[in-house]
């Protein structure tokens, strides 16, 4: 049916087979509404923007990208700082049970 409605084009107002679209549309929600099909295919209107806004917005951009660049600098130097502290915090671990076995093996209890 839709194929045969697709030829009607220049036969019928573009109103009147956008009403007659919709109104089939509300029957039977898999029937395209063409006329909207057409106008999603244009598309937007381009945009223009002036020079100072585009030089505006890659200042911005800059300024956002380094500030990025220093938060991720900054995490990891304070994952580094993490990591250091659980390296110290191992090894003195390591070394207090070094030490609890140098004392059983030199003081065994009977």
Do not use: H, Y
């Not at 679209?21 to 395209?32: E, F, H, S, T, Y």
């Not at 304070?78 to 390296?87: C, I, N, R, S, Y």
């Amino acid at each position: 049916m839709f194929k045969l409605r697709t030829t009607w084009d220049g036969v019928f107002p573009e109103e009147c087979l956008n009403q007659l679209d919709i109104g089939v549309n509300q029957i039977d929600r898999a029937w395209p509404i063409k006329s909207a099909m057409a106008m999603a295919a244009v598309g937007a209107p381009a945009v223009t923007l002036s020079s100072s806004a585009i030089e505006a917005s890659k200042e911005t951009l800059l300024k956002k990208q380094k500030e990025l660049l220093e938060l991720q600098k900054k995490r990891l130097e304070l994952e580094l700082l993490q990591t250091k502290a659980k390296l110290e915090e191992q090894e003195r671990q390591k070394e207090k049970l070094q030490i609890q076995q140098d004392v059983k093996k030199r003081f065994p209890l009977f």
